[in-house]
C-alpha cells in the first residue's frame, strides 16, 4: 500500500458544496453529485483523486484502467463509507476530500472476484490501514508466491485489511508474481537499483515523468520483494 499525501480539492469540487443546500444541510447523500448538472464536478474530482494517486489503485496499486467496452474500471472509495458517516451522524465524511480516494473496479457482476473498494463495501474499523497513514507501507510484506501479508504478524490491523480488501484475489496474486518474473528475468532498471541487502523502488507517475522520480522507497528487501508496489509504472504487460 503506498502512501498517499492530498492535496488541496478542486475548487469546482470545493464551491459547488458551499453552494449547494442539501450538502451545507448535511443530508445530501452521494448521490448528490450524480446527474448530467454536476457531471463536470464529479469528472475534475475523479481527476485529481487519479492524478495525486499517480494513476494506481489506492488499496491494491494496480494501475487505473478502463474496460474494454470503454468504462473505467475504478471509481471513487470512501475511507468512511457514507453508511458509516450515517450511522455515526458525520455526513460531511460524505463530501470530505479527505475521505475520498480512487479504488480500482467500478460495477462488478455477482461472478467475478471484488476486491479493494468494491470488496470494502461499507466495512470501516479504526485498525484498519489505510494509504493516507504515514506508516501504511511498511506494514505489508509479499511472499515470493505473490501473496501480501503483515509484516508484523500479530498486526491485526493489517490482517484484517488484507481480508476485508481481498488484496490477495487471484488476479492480484497473479499480477505480483508476472512482476516478479519480470523482475528476474530482464535486465531492468528496478534490478540495476538493487543493493546489497535494499531493493530501491523509483518510479514517476504518468504525468511526472518528465520531472525528476517524484518517490523513493528504501524496502528490505527480506521483508518485501516487488509486489503490486510498482505496478502503476512498470506493468509488464504494457512493456
Ligand atoms: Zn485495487
Known amino acids: 500500500m503506498k502512501h498517499i499525501i492530498k492535496k488541496p480539492e478542486p475548487e469546482s469540487f470545493l464551491n459547488w458544496k458551499y453552494t449547494d443546500v442539501k450538502v451545507r444541510r448535511g443530508n445530501a447523500k452521494w448521490s448528490r453529485l450524480s446527474g448530467a448538472k454536476r457531471a463536470s464536478i464529479k469528472q475534475e474530482l475523479l481527476e485529481s483523486l487519479c492524478k495525486e494517486q499517480g ?49 480500482c473496479q467500478c460495477n462488478q457482476s455477482e461472478d467475478e472476484d471484488h476486491q479493494c ?85 523509483e518510479y514517476r507517475s504518468k504525468d511526472e515523468r518528465k520531472n525528476k522520480f517524484n518517490l523513493v522507497q528504501k524496502i528490505p528487501i527480506n521483508t518485501f520483494f516487488a509486489g503490486t508496489f510498482i505496478l502503476g509504472a512498470y506493468n509488464p504487460f504494457d512493456l
Open 55 to 103: 494513476y494506481i489503485c489506492c488499496y491494491c496499486e494496480s494501475k487505473l484502467i478502463k474496460k474494454p467496452c470503454g468504462q473505467n474500471d475504478f471509481h471513487i472509495e470512501h475511507i468512511i463509507s457514507q453508511n458509516e458517516a450515517f450511522k455515526n451522524n458525520r455526513p460531511e465524511l460524505i463530501f470530505d476530500y479527505n475521505n475520498l480516494l480512487c479504488s
Open 117 to 201: 473498494g468494491m470488496s470494502k463495501g461499507n466495512w470501516h474499523s479504526d485498525d484498519m490501514v489505510t494509504p493516507l497513514q504515514s506508516d501504511c507501507e511498511t506494514r505489508f510484506r509479499y511472499t515470493k508466491f505473490g501473496k501480501i501479508k503483515p509484516l508484523d504478524k500479530d498486526d491485526k490491523g493489517a490482517q484484517e485489511t488484507i481480508e476485508k480488501l481481498n488484496l490477495n484475489a487471484p488476479i492480484l496474486v497473479s499480477f505480483r508474481l508476472a512482476l516478479m518474473n519480470y523482475m528476474y528475468y530482464s535486465n531492468s532498471e528496478i534490478l540495476k537499483r538493487t543493493t546489497d541487502d535494499r531493493i530501491k523502488l
